[in-house]
Structures are given as structure tokens and as C-alpha cells.
């Protein structure tokens, strides 16, 4: 028996070895050259992941209580969190998903909500979003930093009333699990976070949107039986420089035995602002064209690239991009018929068909099926709206000290990507729970129209 799993494992080896082999040649390096994939933890991850537990009471910023944790845990909520309101894609998708049966957990959807027991804490880090523009500006230390916040935060009790109050509340509940819906988090962060569970040693899981992403691909090539052909992944710049998305599909991909396609990537720098209504980026141009430029560049790129194999499947590797998932395809069907002196230049590069995987709708599948894996699933019955989500967002705090904000109240440009790493005791940020006041008209008007099971919590 030993000896057969060790022929297994030479086996897998083997097979792990080919894939990586073969992988490196059908995903043209020089694309991916200078990915910025995260090393192990580095000395202000190791830090933060110190100090969050250097205070047993989780009072001091950046730390926990961790006593929750030593009781059963499967009561408590889940954590979701993204750098802003565009992970509330994520949340509607996991407040949508019937893709189960609640009672078998069969995969099969049975009319009752997959999550309708379970209740939510949503956080968004406004405040200090985009993360995707952190890495090339050289300040991916702070990023990571920033990500394990954001889940020091979820586990422990601690936020603000808002961004003036005197002293911390404590009453928030932990959660039992952390779903980062946000791409370029799981980028850079789903590792550290995983090594700060260890380190803790609390009972907790993690899933993020990028492996469930590319997970994804496997469910299409089985629906379409097709071989896959060209997958672009549209994101944000710091995700397409963690290479993030072409190692998760190489590896799903090659272990499940299938082939290893052409992964291109485009990192879109301004759309997620406009499609929050970001006035200073919609001056600059429309969420239309912004999508025109961008995916023109992507498969002008893949053109020039000289492979030739049509691009037959969508990742939407950013929070934002499911609310423009039409006008991403009406894009690049309009440039299959498009003629350039007479000729139609892009038809062959761009499949008839074009499959769209939305890793927010995966990640959702995956933490069910952790969730009942890991016996986590709460016991109570289907929980009212009013009590299933608690919304929080980070918001400047006007009495940190040098703190720099614009007129908008917003942190300043330099001060904001300036920041050194391990200022723990430097809470220029709070937690507070979101209301509808402090989101723009054009975030409100795109949570009432998008996002429905989202809106009928929050507008409660
Ligand atoms: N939530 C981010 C993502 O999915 C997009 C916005 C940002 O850059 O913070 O990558």
C-alpha cells in the first residue's frame, strides 16, 4: 500500500515536473518576465503577525483576541474582504449561490440559498484602495501589511463607532473563515495569511479568488469538451505582475491532466475607479473606452506575439469587471468583425464564442464546500436580513498624527503611497461600519442596480 503511494507520488512528481516543463513554453516567459510574485514572509510580515497577537485582550490596533477561538467556532460569521466596495460582487455572489443541496451537500441546487443559515462580516479598504496600484509604485511590503489587516480585523472584536469616536469599540463578533474577494489581495496576501493562521494557531480558514478563478476553467473544459484555446485574464496591474493567475491555471491545470493553454494578461489601470464613477478618471474617458483601449492593447499584444491560437475564454480577474461583464464581450466581439484596411485583422484571434469565468461565483462554491468539509456550518436556522451582513470600510482618521488628506478627505497621494511598514501604533485609518452616506451617489446607484441580494441587506 506504502509502496503503491509512493509510485503515486513519484508518479504525480513526474507528472508535476512535465507540466511545469511543457507550462513554460506554451505561456511565452518574456509576458510574464518581471512578475512580482510574493517571496515567503518578509520581515514586516513576520512582524505584523507578531504583534497581532502581542496584546491577549485584541484592544491595541492590529491585534486580536484569540480566547474565541478556543471554543467551537461554527456559529460565528464569515469574514469577507476586499480593498473597497467592489468585493460586495463577491458577497453577491456567495448571497446568491444555490449551487448545493443544504442538506447533502450534493452539488446540486435545491431553491434554498447555499449560505441562508450563515452570517456575514463584509469589509472594505476604502481608504486605502486601489491595491492594485500599490506594487509598481515599489510599496508592496505596505500591501502586504495592509492585506493582513485586513484579516487581523475579521478575527478579532475590535472597530471603530466612526472616525471620531474616543476610544475603539469591542463588541464586533470574530469570524470563523476569511474569503478575500479581492484579486489582487490573493495575489500578494493569501499566502501570508495562511502562514499567519498557522502562527496563530486558531481554527480558521482561508480561501481566495484566484485558485477558485482557475479552478473555474476546469468546470468550462468540461461543459465545452473543447480544448482550451487562449485564456486572457483582465485584472489590475498588481495582479497581472504577481503572475498570480497564469501559476494557479498552469498547476490546476497541468495536475487535473489537461492541456496547458496560452495564458495573456492585461492590467487595466483605470477601469475598477471608473466603474466606481470616480469623477477625476471618467474625466479622462468612459467606462466604454477604457474597455475598448484595454482589450485592443490585449489582443494587439497577443497578435504581435505571433501564437495564434484564438482567445476562447474570459477570466474577470478584478472585483469590478463582473458589473461590465457585457460590455467586456461586446468588445471583443466588435473587434472579431472589425476591419482594418479591408481586412479583418483580430477575427482569428478572438474565438465565435467566448467563455467568461467570474472567479467571484467559484470562490463562493469553494467556501461552501469548506465550510462543510471543515463541519463549519452554522446550525441555526435561515437568519433575517437585517442580521445577515455587517458592512465595515476603513476611513481616514483626521487625528492621526501627519496624516495628509485632500479636500475630499481622502488620503493624499504621496502620504498615501509613503507610508512606512510597521508603524503599528499608527492608526492613520479606522474601521467603521459602513453606511450609505459615505458611499458616492454613483457607488450607491451601482449596488441598487448590480448587486440586489447586497442592496436588500444594506439600504435594511
Ligand atoms: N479589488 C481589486 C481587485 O480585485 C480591484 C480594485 C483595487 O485595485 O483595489 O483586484
Given at each position: 500500500?506504502?509502496?503503491?503511494?509512493?509510485?503515486?507520488?513519484?508518479?504525480?512528481?513526474?507528472?508535476?515536473?512535465?507540466?511545469?516543463?511543457?507550462?513554460?513554453?506554451?505561456?511565452?516567459?518574456?509576458?510574464?518576465?518581471?512578475?512580482?510574485?510574493?517571496?515567503?514572509?518578509?520581515?514586516?510580515?513576520?512582524?505584523?503577525?507578531?504583534?497581532?497577537?502581542?496584546?491577549?485582550?485584541?484592544?491595541?490596533?492590529?491585534?486580536?483576541?484569540?480566547?474565541?477561538?478556543?471554543?467551537?467556532?461554527?456559529?460565528?460569521?464569515?469574514?469577507?474582504?476586499?480593498?473597497?466596495?467592489?468585493?460586495?460582487?463577491?458577497?453577491?455572489?456567495?448571497?446568491?449561490?444555490?449551487?448545493h443541496n443544504n442538506k447533502t451537500f450534493?452539488?446540486?441546487?435545491?431553491?434554498?440559498?447555499?449560505?441562508?443559515?450563515?452570517?456575514?462580516?463584509?469589509?472594505?479598504?476604502?481608504?486605502?484602495?486601489?491595491?492594485?496600484?500599490?506594487?509598481?509604485?515599489?510599496?508592496?511590503?505596505?500591501?502586504?501589511?495592509?492585506?493582513?489587516?485586513?484579516?487581523?480585523?475579521?478575527?478579532?472584536?475590535?472597530?471603530?463607532?466612526?472616525?471620531?469616536?474616543?476610544?475603539?469599540?469591542?463588541?464586533?463578533?470574530?469570524?470563523?473563515?476569511?474569503?478575500?474577494?479581492?484579486?489582487?489581495?490573493?495575489?500578494?496576501?493569501?499566502?501570508?495569511?495562511?502562514?499567519?493562521?498557522?502562527?496563530?494557531?486558531?481554527?480558521?480558514?482561508?480561501?481566495?479568488?484566484?485558485?477558485?478563478?482557475?479552478?473555474?476553467?476546469?468546470?468550462?473544459?468540461?461543459?465545452?469538451?473543447?480544448?482550451?484555446?487562449?485564456?486572457?485574464?483582465?485584472?489590475?496591474?498588481?495582479?497581472?505582475?504577481?503572475?498570480?493567475?497564469?501559476?494557479?491555471?498552469?498547476?490546476?491545470?497541468?495536475?487535473?491532466?489537461?492541456?496547458?493553454?496560452?495564458?495573456?494578461?492585461?492590467?487595466?489601470?483605470?477601469?475598477?475607479?471608473?466603474?466606481?464613477?470616480?469623477?477625476?478618471?471618467?474625466?479622462?474617458?468612459?467606462?466604454?473606452?477604457?474597455?475598448?483601449?484595454?482589450?485592443?492593447?490585449?489582443?494587439?499584444?497577443?497578435?504581435?506575439?505571433?501564437?495564434?491560437?484564438?482567445?476562447?475564454?474570459?477570466?474577470?480577474?478584478?472585483?469590478?469587471?463582473?458589473?461590465?461583464?457585457?460590455?467586456?464581450?461586446?468588445?471583443?466581439?466588435?473587434?472579431?468583425?472589425?476591419?482594418?484596411?479591408?481586412?479583418?485583422?483580430?477575427?482569428?484571434?478572438?474565438?465565435?464564442?467566448?467563455?467568461?469565468?467570474?472567479?467571484?461565483?467559484?470562490?463562493?462554491?469553494?467556501?461552501?464546500?469548506?465550510?462543510?468539509?471543515?463541519?463549519?456550518?452554522?446550525?441555526?436556522?435561515?437568519?433575517?436580513?437585517?442580521?445577515?451582513?455587517?458592512?465595515?470600510?476603513?476611513?481616514?482618521?483626521?487625528?492621526?498624527?501627519?496624516?495628509?488628506?485632500?479636500?475630499?478627505?481622502?488620503?493624499?497621494?504621496?502620504?498615501?503611497?509613503?507610508?512606512?511598514?510597521?508603524?503599528?501604533?499608527?492608526?492613520?485609518?479606522?474601521?467603521?461600519?459602513?453606511?450609505?452616506?459615505m458611499l458616492p451617489v454613483s457607488s450607491?446607484?451601482?449596488?441598487?442596480?448590480?448587486?440586489?441580494?447586497?442592496?436588500?441587506?444594506?439600504?435594511?
Amino acid at each position: 500500500m506504502k509502496q503503491m503511494r509512493n509510485r503515486g507520488m513519484g508518479l504525480q512528481k513526474l507528472l508535476l515536473i512535465a507540466v511545469f516543463f511543457f507550462a513554460d513554453i506554451s505561456i511565452s516567459e518574456n509576458r510574464f518576465a518581471g512578475a512580482q510574485e510574493p517571496d515567503g514572509p518578509t520581515a514586516s510580515v513576520l512582524a505584523t503577525i507578531r504583534n497581532a497577537v502581542s496584546d491577549s485582550s485584541g484592544s491595541k490596533p492590529f491585534t486580536f483576541h484569540k480566547a474565541p477561538f478556543t471554543q467551537n467556532t461554527r456559529d460565528l460569521p464569515i469574514g469577507v474582504f476586499d480593498s473597497g466596495i467592489g468585493g460586495l460582487t463577491v458577497m453577491e455572489a456567495i448571497l446568491g449561490l444555490d449551487s448545493h443541496n443544504n442538506k447533502t451537500f450534493q452539488p446540486k441546487p435545491d431553491g434554498v440559498p447555499d449560505f441562508e443559515s450563515e452570517q456575514f462580516i463584509y469589509l472594505g479598504d476604502q481608504a486605502n484602495m486601489p491595491y492594485g496600484n500599490y506594487a509598481s509604485v515599489g510599496k508592496l511590503d505596505f500591501l502586504r501589511e495592509l492585506i493582513l489587516r485586513d484579516a487581523i480585523f475579521l478575527l478579532g472584536k475590535r472597530y471603530w463607532k466612526d472616525s471620531s469616536a474616543q476610544q475603539p469599540s469591542l463588541d464586533k463578533p470574530p469570524v470563523k473563515a476569511i474569503a478575500i474577494g479581492c484579486n489582487t489581495a490573493t495575489a500578494y496576501g493569501l499566502e501570508d495569511i495562511k502562514t499567519a493562521i498557522k502562527h496563530w494557531n486558531v481554527p480558521v480558514f482561508v480561501v481566495g479568488v484566484v485558485d477558485a478563478g482557475a479552478r473555474g476553467l476546469l468546470e468550462l473544459s468540461a461543459e465545452s469538451s473543447k480544448p482550451q484555446a487562449t485564456i486572457a485574464v483582465l485584472a489590475t496591474v498588481g495582479t497581472c505582475n504577481s503572475g498570480a493567475y497564469p501559476r494557479a491555471i498552469r498547476s490546476t491545470l497541468g495536475l487535473a491532466g489537461r492541456q496547458i493553454p496560452t495564458v495573456v494578461q492585461k492590467g487595466f489601470v483605470e477601469l475598477a475607479a471608473a466603474i466606481e464613477g470616480d469623477t477625476q478618471v471618467l474625466s479622462k474617458g468612459s467606462v466604454r473606452e477604457f474597455i475598448e483601449r484595454d482589450v485592443l492593447d490585449l489582443v494587439e499584444e497577443h497578435r504581435k506575439s505571433g501564437d495564434l491560437r484564438p482567445i476562447s475564454t474570459v477570466i474577470l480577474g478584478c472585483t469590478h469587471f463582473p458589473l461590465v461583464e457585457s460590455q467586456i464581450i461586446a468588445v471583443f466581439k466588435s473587434l472579431r468583425e472589425k476591419e482594418v484596411d479591408g481586412q479583418l485583422v483580430y477575427s482569428k484571434l478572438i474565438a465565435e464564442k467566448i467563455e467568461v469565468v467570474n472567479p467571484a461565483q467559484l470562490a463562493a462554491k469553494e467556501l461552501f464546500r469548506t465550510l462543510a468539509s471543515s463541519n463549519l456550518r452554522r446550525t441555526h436556522d435561515a437568519v433575517q436580513h437585517s442580521k445577515k451582513v455587517q458592512f465595515f470600510i476603513s476611513v481616514p482618521n483626521p487625528s492621526s498624527p501627519n496624516i495628509q488628506l485632500t479636500a475630499d478627505g481622502s488620503l493624499e497621494h504621496d502620504y498615501k503611497y509613503g507610508r512606512a511598514t510597521q508603524q503599528f501604533d499608527v492608526e492613520d485609518t479606522r474601521f467603521v461600519p459602513m453606511k450609505q452616506e459615505m458611499l458616492p451617489v454613483s457607488s450607491l446607484n451601482m449596488l441598487k442596480t448590480s448587486l440586489p441580494n447586497v442592496w436588500r441587506i444594506f439600504s435594511n
